[in-house]
């Protein structure tokens, strides 16, 4: 089997982690199908729940097993499902965070309205974790620049960039679902992959994901300079994940300093990066002016990001979708991709 570094094998995700060994790789992060009957065609997505849970439960013992006593274990799904992952990993390695990932679906009957996918995040060994604070950019009324949260009294104190990332990402979209759209059925935004990494990781570091799909996690992991190993059982998602990470280069960077870019924004810095950053940005003074005046990048226009799947997607919307979209999006921080849903 493949498990070379920098490639994407086509297998199922148990063979392929059984192949790797003990403690050897620093971020793990799964994004497996959610047993919602979905439409595939390599597998079942509608197994009996103790099915899907044992199932689960394998591959999230060999996650933790491969991953390095430094590193992390990511896992995104709908909480109900988290709930019986958090039975195995609360004994086997230690609970960090329920990231709420905000994103509307649809109710199913006598239920709230589910708002938010989960991201579980554990350490391997809590004592020995590799984590670095991450930040994002300021949200801002879109007519008049004021920043939208209120800070009070506490003007010159707010950080140039924008605040500390929270335990509740609002800020980062998932990517809808047009009729046509469905070549991706389930991609994961490029810069919510990129925060994790971000955080998690150093340059040269290992990402492992054993659902690669159209291979967001290798594509954020090339572009951030790190390294990536994982596995799809579908043979397409093999190649579309292939196409997508070699249309990408190890680029998202400013200065000296890695950083989420997403179209002509950045999506997220690493707070121990702002020394090096803000030379590239010019801040207002006094600090409080922040609160209607944004920090500007010095030199022009940021890169956008070379996509292939975002373009490709893009060259297939007729232009009334492509304005519809663009509406949809139009309130948010950054502007997210313009393609596929999730599940
Ligand atoms: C939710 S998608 C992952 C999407 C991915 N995060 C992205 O952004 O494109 C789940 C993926 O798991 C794959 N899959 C399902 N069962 C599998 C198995 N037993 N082993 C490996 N991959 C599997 C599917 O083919 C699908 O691509």
């Not at 392929?16 to 979905?38: C, H, M, Q």
């Not at 060999?62 to 709908?78: A, D, M, Q, W, Y």
Request: proline share 6%; glycine share 4%.
């Amino acid at each position: 089997m493949n498990l070379n570094l920098n490639q994407i094998a086509h297998a199922d995700c148990l063979e392929y982690l059984r192949g790797i060994p003990d403690e050897s790789v620093d971020v793990t992060f799964a994004d497996p199908p959610f047993n919602l009957k979905k439409k595939y065609n390599s597998y079942w997505d509608n197994l009996e729940v103790s099915q899907y849970v044992d199932w689960c439960h394998e591959w999230v013992r060999e996650l933790v097993r491969v991953t390095k006593p430094t590193g992390s274990i990511f896992v995104h799904n709908i909480p109900k499902w988290l709930s019986y992952y958090c039975q195995v990993l609360n004994e086997i390695a230690d609970f960090r965070h329920w990231i709420a990932w905000e994103a509307t679906s649809t109710p199913l009957g006598k239920t709230l309205l589910p708002t938010h996918y989960g991201i579980l995040f554990y350490a391997k060994d809590d004592s020995q974790l590799k984590f670095y604070d991450v930040r994002y950019p300021h949200h801002r009324c879109r007519k008049c620049n004021t920043l939208r949260k209120d800070y009070g009294g506490k003007k010159n104190r707010l950080h140039p960039f924008g605040p500390i990332v929270s335990d509740v990402w609002t800020d980062l979209h998932r990517i809808r679902h047009r009729t046509r759209r469905d070549r991706h059925p389930c991609q994961l935004p490029i810069p919510l992959m990129e925060r994790i990494i971000l955080m998690s990781t150093d340059e040269g570091d290992v990402v492992l994901d054993p659902f690669m799909g159209t291979g967001t996690t290798a594509v954020a992991a090339k572009r951030l300079g790190r390294n990536f190993m994982g596995t799809d059982i579908d043979p397409n998602y093999v190649q579309i994940a292939t196409e997508h990470v070699e249309s990408v280069q190890p680029t998202s960077k400013i200065g000296d300093a890695w950083v989420s870019l997403y179209l002509d924004q950045v999506a997220t810095i690493r707070n121990t990066d702002w020394d090096e950053l803000q030379n590239h940005f010019e801040v207002p003074e006094p600090v409080a002016a922040i609160d209607k005046i944004s920090i500007v990048y010095r030199h022009g226009k940021l890169k956008a990001i070379e996509d292939a799947v975002y373009l490709e997607e893009r060259k297939n919307l007729t232009q009334r979708e492509l304005d519809l979209l663009d509406a949809e999006n139009a309130d948010s921080p950054h502007k997210p991709a313009k393609s596929v849903d999730i599940k």
